[in-house]
C-alpha cells in the first residue's frame, strides 16, 4: 500500500482505512492508498503551520535551490512516473511523459521568479518618508487537485505557493493518488512539514481541509458544483480561495483559413485526453463556405485516431476515468440524438475491450443551443459542430457562455482574430495554435469558470498578500496632531 508524506514521514490513515486505485484501462487494480479521515488532516496541516515560520523567512535563493533540486529529481524518475500517471489516469504514456516535463519546468521557473521583486517602492505624501508595499506569504495553503492532470495542475499551484514562502497540505483525487504520492520523493530534501499530502475522498480529507481553521487560503481545480462548496465554507471563515472551474470552451473556424491544419488542430484540442482537460475544445462554429469541408476533414482525421492500451507505443487515446463519467458523455450524445442532432462519427463504445472505459471519438452535426453540449462542460470525446453565416454570429455564439476559461479560433484575418479576441470572455484565447500554455502566461478563469490565476507573475501574487509599510525616519510631532487649531473663517 502507498503511504501519505505528513512532515516528511511516510504514514498510513490513522484509523487504518484504505481506498483501491484500478487502472482505467483493464479495472485491474494498481494499488491501495491511505483513507485519510479529518484527524489525518489536522496532523498534517499541523505540521505545515509548524514549518512556516522558518519557511518563510528561508532566502529566496535558498528556496529556489530546493525547487530546482525537486525538478531534476522529477526529471531522473520521469519514466517512473509517467507509467504510474498512465497506470492510474490513463492518459497515453508518451502524454504522461510531458506532463512530467511540464511540471518541473514550473519548478524551475517559479524557483526564479520567486527570488525576484517581493514588494515595490511607493511615492510618499510628505518630506522625510520612505513608503514601500511588501508581498507577504498567507501561511498554509490546501491544495485540492482533480485526476485528469494531477501532477501539472498541483504543480502550477505548488510551485507558485511554496516560492511565495507558503507551506502547503495537498490532496488529489481519490482516483489518481498513487503519482502524486510518489513525487513527494521529489521533495524529500524540503525542511520538515514545508509539503504534505494526504489522500482519500472529498467529503472525508477535502472538505476538513477547506475548513481547517490554521488552513490560510484554498486553491482548488474541479467542478464548478465542488466549487461553490468550496467558496461557501471559504466565506464563512473570509478565507482566501483560488478557483479553477472548467469550462466549455468554444472553437471558431473561419472561412479562408487551411482547413487541414484547422481540422488536425481542432481534432486535438477535443480529443487529447479523450476530452478530459479543463480547456478542451467543445463547441465548434465554423464559418460559411469551410463548413462542409471541415466536417469531412474532421471526421476523416478522427477515424484514423488509435484507441487502446495507454502504455502501447502506437496509440492516440486511452479511456475515460471512470464507468460514471463515460455514461455522462453517453447521456448527453443520447440526449442530442434525441432533440435532432446526428452523429457523423463514433457515438459509442468500441469494439473489443471487454474491459476499460473507451469511447470512441465523437462528432455530432445538427445540435441547437438549448442542447447541453453547447451549455455544459462535457468533459469528454465530443465535438458538436454548428454552422455559422459569418464571422460575427461565431462570435456571438461562442460568447454565449456562463463560461470562461478558454477560446480558439483558427483565421488568416488579424482583424477577426482581434475582434473575436476582444468580444469572447476567456481566460486564455488561442489564435492558430490550440490549448499551448506558456509558463510566464497567466491561466485561469472569467465568468464562472473560477476566482484567481495560475502560472505567470500573477501565478505567485496570488499566493501572496501586501503589505504598505510607512516610514518616517525625521521623528517629530505633526502639526495636524490634537490639539486642533481651529480658525474662524475671515468676514
Known sequence: MAQMWIGNRWTDAADGRAFEVRNPATEELVDTAPRASAADVARAVAAAKAAFPEWRRTPGLEK??????????????????????????????????????????CLDYYAEIGRDAVGRVISPVARNQFNFV????????????????????LGWKLAGALAAGNTVVAKPSEHTPLSTL????????FPEGVVNVVTGYGPEAGMPLVAHRDVELVAFTGSQATGRKIAVACAEQLKKCHLELGGNDPFIVDEGVDLEVASKGAVWACFLNMGQVCTSAERFYVVGKAY??????????????????PLGPDVDLGPMINAQQREKVEAKVRQAVSGGASVVVGGKRPEGFSKGYFYEPTALVGVTPAMS????????PVAPIVRCRDIDEAIALADASEFGLGANIYTNSLEHAMKAMEQIHAGTFWINDPLTDNDAGPFGGMRRSGIGRELGSEGIEDFRDSKHVHLDYVIGAKSYWYPYRFERPKE
Open 182 to 189: 510518489r513525487l513527494m520523493r521529489c521533495f524529500e530534501e
Open 292 to 309: 462542409d469541408e471541415f466536417v469531412d476533414r474532421f471526421v476523416a482525421f478522427t477515424r484514423t485516431l488509435r484507441i487502446g492500451d
Open 373 to 380: 453540449l453547447l451549455r455544459e462542460e462535457t468533459f469528454g
Open 134 to 153: 511588501i508581498k507577504e506569504p498567507y501561511g498554509v495553503a490546501g491544495l485540492i487537485v482533480p485526476w485528469n492532470y494531477p501532477l501539472l495542475l
Open 64 to 105: 529556489a535551490e530546493k525547487l530546482h533540486h525537486a525538478a531534476r529529481r522529477m526529471r531522473e524518475d520521469r519514466e517512473g512516473l509517467a507509467i504510474l500517471l498512465t497506470r492510474e489516469g490513463g492518459k497515453p504514456l508518451l502524454e504522461n511523459r510531458d506532463e512530467i516535463e511540464w511540471v518541473a519546468a
